[in-house]
C-alpha cells in the first residue's frame, strides 16, 4: 500500500486529557448507536444533536460544515433517483470532497453514481470507492459498524494525535480516513488504523496542511484563512 510522503517540522497542540476521555465515550456512543438505528433516522438525530457538539472540534469552519451536510444530502437523494432500489450507495463529504462506498450491480451503475454525484453544487472531489456486487447483508455491515467503532476509538485514545479531526468510514472492511491534518498526523492515523483488527486495507483522502496553517485553524481570530484545499486521492 503506498503513502504520500511529505515534510513536517513541527507536532500539533495536543488537547487536555479530560476533554479527550469526554470526546472518546461521546464518539463511541454515537458510533454504536448507528449498529441499532434505522439510517433515515440515525441521520436525523445525529443531525439534532451531534453536529453542535463536534464544530467545537471540528477543523472545518461551521459553513464549511454545513456545506458538506447539505453535498451529502443531495449526492444521496441523486444517487437514489438514478439508481432506484437495486443500488446500497452512501455519500460522505468532508471539506466537499465526497466519498462514494456501497454496492451495485454493475460497472454502469458505478460511473453513473460518480457522476451525478460530481454534479452536486460545491463538490470539489470525488472518491467513487463503490463496489460491483451483490449488496452486503446485515452481518457485513455490522462488521464495518464494529471496525469504525474500533478504529475510531484508538484515534481518540492516542495521546500523539487529535483523534476528533479525523472522519472514519468503513466499507467491505476497507478503512477510509479524511481530514484536515498535518503529514505526521496523517501517518500515524493511517498506522493505527492498519494495525487495527479485522481491516483489510486503508485509503485516505486527506487535507494536508502545515504547522502553521494548523495553528490558523485553531485561532481563527487571528486570521481569516480558508480550509485547505483538497491535495487528491491517496491510498494508504
Request: glycine letters at 6%; hydrophobic letters at 40%.
Amino acid at each position: 500500500m503506498k503513502t504520500t510522503k511529505l515534510s513536517l517540522s513541527a507536532a500539533p497542540v495536543q488537547p487536555a486529557r479530560a476533554p479527550r476521555r469526554l470526546w472518546r465515550a461521546a464518539s463511541v456512543l454515537v458510533i454504536a448507536l448507528a449498529a441499532t438505528q434505522l439510517q433515515g433516522c440515525f441521520v436525523l438525530g445525529l443531525g439534532a444533536v451531534g453536529t453542535t457538539a463536534y464544530v467545537a472540534t471540528d477543523r472545518r469552519t461551521a459553513g464549511s460544515i454545513l456545506e458538506d451536510n447539505t453535498i451529502q444530502l443531495k449526492a444521496d437523494n441523486r444517487i437514489s433517483s438514478a439508481l432506484g432500489g437495486y443500488a446500497n450507495v452512501r455519500a460522505v463529504s468532508y471539506n466537499q470532497q465526497v466519498l462514494l462506498v456501497g454496492q451495485v450491480p454493475t460497472e454502469a451503475a458505478k460511473k453513473e453514481a460518480g457522476e451525478v454525484v460530481r454534479g452536486v453544487p460545491n463538490v470539489k472531489a470525488v472518491l467513487n470507492e463503490i463496489d460491483v456486487g451483490p449488496i452486503s447483508d446485515l452481518n457485513r455491515s455490522a462488521t464495518d459498524t464494529l471496525i469504525t467503532t474500533k478504529v475510531r476509538a484508538r484515534l481518540i485514545d492516542a495521546h500523539d494525535i487529535f483523534g476528533n479531526a479525523f472522519k472514519v468510514t468503513t466499507s467491505n472492511s476497507v478503512v477510509y480516513l479524511m481530514g484536515i491534518v498535518t503529514q505526521r498526523e496523517a501517518n500515524r492515523a493511517v498506522q493505527i488504523a492498519r494495525e487495527t483488527t479485522g481491516v483489510s486495507k486503508v485509503v485516505t483522502m486527506f487535507n494536508i496542511i502545515s504547522e502553521q496553517q494548523l495553528q490558523q485553524i485553531q485561532n481563527p481570530q487571528k486570521t481569516d484563512a480558508p480550509p485547505p484545499e483538497p491535495r487528491g486521492n491517496n491510498p494508504a
